[in-house]
Antibody, heavy 126, light 107 residues
Framework: EVQLVESGGGLVKPGGSLRLSCAASGLTFSNAWMTWVRQAPGKGLEWVGLIKSKTDGGTRDYAAPVRGRFTVSRDDSKNTLYLQMDSLETEDTAVYYC?????????????????WGQGTTVTVSS | DIQMTQSPSSLSASVGDRVTITCRASQTISIYVNWYQQKPGQAPKLLIYTASTLQSGVPSRFSGGGSGTDFTLTISSLQPEDFATYYCQQSYSTLITFGQGTRLEIK
């Protein structure tokens, strides 16, 4: 069974930084395309960023509101996905989810986000 | 970026009703739409991918359709566990976008 477990959330002041982690198990992580999705309190889902498998180039894409401030990375030796968040704003307050969005060679990325973590809460407030 | 617009934003229905939620893309996206269900306090759950393919384990009362710019999610006979919020999501571009959500409530 594929499992994703996020960690690293917490309270941070505006302008501060935080790094989220997403530990994966039950899959060949190095082949997985991964995403981060967030949900502000009482709001809808907002995609944050995506990282392809190294097999497929390892490139990253970001949503406009976080581009230049957030960085998605991965450590395939640790089966872990990261989200480095810098220059945080109050509007970044949300539950952050990681999810799988494709497996190189076996599941196209456009088949959607099929496994999700439980989420970790980030609060940006002074 | 591709905008996804869902309608209605909220919907009241009764157990046994047939309901349809629509999603419109700001440009043609072929069949690259996925649908999710989210219940309060839970992570989203993938229901349908590439417009009409049912994810493994999802009941057959859920179905999806459409192509180009207009898509639908239909629940043929509402069950108590179906009252939740539903989101569409485009996977035509890796600059992924979601619809704003449709909250399905019990009448």
């Amino acid at each position: 069974e594929v499992q994703l477990v996020e960690s690293g959330g917490g309270l941070v002041k505006p302008g501060g930084s935080l790094r989220l982690s997403c530990a994966a198990s039950g899959l060949t992580f190095s082949n997985a395309w991964m995403t981060w999705v967030r949900q502000a309190p009482g709001k809808g889902l907002e995609w944050v960023g995506l990282i392809k498998s190294k097999t497929d180039g390892g490139t990253r894409d970001y949503a406009a509101p976080v581009r230049g401030r957030f960085t998605v990375s991965r450590d395939d030796s640790k089966n872990t996905l990261y989200l480095q968040m810098d220059s945080l704003e109050t509007e970044d307050t949300a539950v952050y989810y990681c999810s799988t969005v494709g497996i190189s060679g076996s599941r196209y990325w456009y088949y959607g986000m099929d496994v999700w973590g439980q989420g970790t809460t980030v609060t940006v407030s002074s | 970026d591709i905008q996804m617009t869902q309608s209605p934003s909220s919907l009241s229905a009764s157990v046994g009703d047939r309901v349809t939620i629509t999603c419109r893309a700001s440009q043609t996206i072929s069949i690259y739409v996925n649908w999710y269900q989210q219940k309060p306090g839970q992570a989203p759950k993938l229901l349908i991918y590439t417009a009409s393919t049912l994810q493994s384990g999802v009941p057959s009362r859920f179905s999806g359709g459409g192509s180009g710019t207009d898509f639908t999610l239909t629940i043929s006979s509402l069950q108590p566990e179906d009252f939740a919020t539903y989101y569409c999501q485009q996977s035509y571009s890796t600059l992924i976008t979601f619809g704003q959500g449709t909250r399905l409530e019990i009448k």
